[in-house]
């Protein structure tokens, strides 16, 4: 992720957080100043919230040294298999998807996921 490129690149000349509790500090700051832009603001300045929370993200994985590419891969092919297990178990019922109510997904999604997938 470019983000992660961009963050490394400061860190190496210092421009860097000290304290981890810090980009804590920073992540909780940004979240709120996108949902007062989801609240208030144009869809400009929501996308920019967004991706200001988006980069502050970025940074505390770099910061636990975690990978956000595989992380986030990580958890697409989680939905992908637990999306597709709720499709598999509604066909058995002989239902269509949109027949089914959120409540019903997501009483599959649990099972899906109590199931490890």
């Known amino acids: 992720i470019k983000a ?3 963050q490394d ?6 421009f860097d957080w000290e ?3 810090d980009v804590w500090k920073k992540v909780k700051e940004e979240l709120g100043e996108l949902e007062e832009a989801l ?5 400009q300045e929501a996308e920019g919230e967004f991706g200001d929370f988006l980069f502050s993200l ?3 994985s770099r910061l636990y040294k975690l990978n956000p590419d595989n992380a986030l891969e990580s958890t697409n092919q989680k939905f992908i298999r637990r999306f597709n297990y709720i499709e598999e178990q509604c066909k058995v019922t002989g239902r269509e998807l949109q027949q089914m109510t959120l409540a ?3 009483l599959l999604w649990d099972e ?3 199931k490890g997938l």
Not at 9 to 14: E, I, M, S, Y
Not at 39 to 43: A, I, K, M
């Open 4 to 6: 992660y490129r961009i």
């Open 9 to 14: 690149k400061a860190r190496a000349v210092g």
């Open 19 to 21: 304290d981890r509790s």
């Open 39 to 43: 609240e208030q603001g144009t869809q």
């Open 58 to 60: 970025i940074n505390t």
């Open 104 to 106: 019903e997904m997501d």
């Open 112 to 114: 899906a996921k109590s």
